[in-house]
């Protein structure tokens, strides 16, 4: 392809082949010429290898000081969006010149990006020459850049995601991404001289806009729009495949178009549609964007040369419109600045709280919804006040968790902003009495589940037996500490008669609850040992090995009958082990040796029959029923 796009190899003059090389060429086409109209008209579907795309992508950057050709398409994307805002609804041809446009903008605008020699953005060369005619429709004191960006963030912000519109949406969100991307060329700290043309523009726009682009975006990351199109133009594929900037149906596109790979979400796992991923990456860089601006006493600074730390000192960051307006998003079901009439500092955005959370709560594992979660916890208080009265916090609470549990295949970054989003919810008293909460039902028909299977419980592992036996130590330490409070406060009101403190209801109500999990945990033992005794030695062998745990509980009214059956079967196996004459030390083999023999022999004498199978507890059966009814 060393040929000039003048050469016969480019193809004949209304080819795909020749508009595109002629795009490349060094020979110069006027805004108003009828070439761009041919060019953005015409369906592509070039294939060519990544070799021949970057010998063109160089060809092109060495032409374009001269042709200008990247402001000349980008003026006529502008056009294309205005002619196409006026009937979004039809798929015009103005719509798909848009996004032809925005296609080819966005391949050459990648690559002059990622080689500039020098931070210097005038290289891009996003003007037009002096000896260009100026179209009537431009006025001549706005920047090309300030106009496309207006015009891509009215599309965005205006028209709806659709079967139509999805297309132009999708190209228009990759070109965003791309132009905005000029920030990987500074340092990570801004500073008052950093220039990014495409950003600053967006930053320029109007309020009621800028609360369209945030209420558009996250309302693209809710609803993860998803559809097909039978469009299919390339510029680069490997040989023998299909190419990998189809400009939809390919999760790889945004990753080849994107400078670099910074703003590129590395998981696609948590969100399955294109259109989200790119959407919340927009809105994550809009809000976070920060322009230095240097203060006036350091403008107008007599000394020549200005520090370095001087400057830092003397330098403020303007007032993030995007960040202002994610600050002021509200839940439309809901909305009590209107009731309270209170004024608002920045474009209103109206959403619905509940979907947010939902999709939050859904893809928690990507970096991306962390940070917006952190933004919406950090900034808006509305929605960290909804957040905090769901009575499903778990929603947000178990992924955060399993991020912290899962620290070897999560980064720093990530990690660090659950820490952070934590630490603002554990602020919150509410939030730190309701992930402490009990919840009964959940645990009341877990163990009643248990309860109803054990009498058919068959061989039950080490593990399960273990950890049936310490649920009950647990519970009972729990218990045992409630009772002690109870006492403590009985015996103070006993010594002065005048104090009114009294023991909290609550905690009344929870000794109470933690004595029918004690009770529900021991019916579980004893269906076992009453119905499967010879069939689950390891049940008894967790038993033997912690009976002092049941011991203390072995007077209590509501579990002595219960108990009794316990030690009846202790005191069997106790009885046999306490007759082998054994030579040193009991091992785990010699227990369960002596535990499998007596089995055998076991005939149940005088084990009450306290659970019957089918009978389940009446009061279970009603917390069961209540359970349904309080999640409806």
Known sequence: MGALPSTPRWGGDGSPEYLIGTFLGGKSFPVNSDYWHNLLELPFDLHWPANRLQHACHTFAQNNRSTRHLAKILIHLTWCLQESLSNPDVLSVASMKAVNASYISSVFLKYLIENLNSENLDDLYLSLDESETIPNNIRKDESIINMVMHAVLSYIGKVDVSPKTYLLHHELLNFMLIAMSTQLLCGPSPGPNDVHPFIDAAMSQENSLVGLVVHKLLLNYMCRPRFKSSASCTLISEENQLGVLKRVGSAAANI?????SYFVNSSFEASRSQLAD?????LLILIHYRKGILVESAKNSNASVVSESFLKDETYFAENPYYKALENVRNVEFDRVDIEGNAHNGPLVRLAFASLYDTLGMCLTDETAVLLLYALVHGNSDFLEYVLVRTDIDTLLMPLLETLYDTS???????????IILLILSQDASFNASIHKLDVYLHTNCLAALANMAPH????????????VSLFEILSRKYAKLAELKNDK????DSDPKDDDKLPEDTSAELHIYTDFLRIVLEILNAILTYALPMNPEVIYAIMHRQEVFQPFRNHPRFNELLEN?????DFFNSRMDAQKLDGEWSVEKVFQVINLNCRSWRGDGMKVSYVPGERNTDLQLNAKDAVESSV
């Open 566 to 570: 316990i030690f009846s079967v202790l």
């Open 278 to 282: 790119s959407s919340i990456n927009i």
């Open 256 to 260: 080849v178009l994107l400078p670099l």
């Open 490 to 493: 009985m015996q103070m009101s």
């Open 457 to 468: 419980v068959h061989r039950l592992s080490a593990y399960a037996s273990q950890r049936l």
């Open 409 to 419: 295949r999560r980064s720093s970054n990530q990690i660090y902003m659950v820490l």
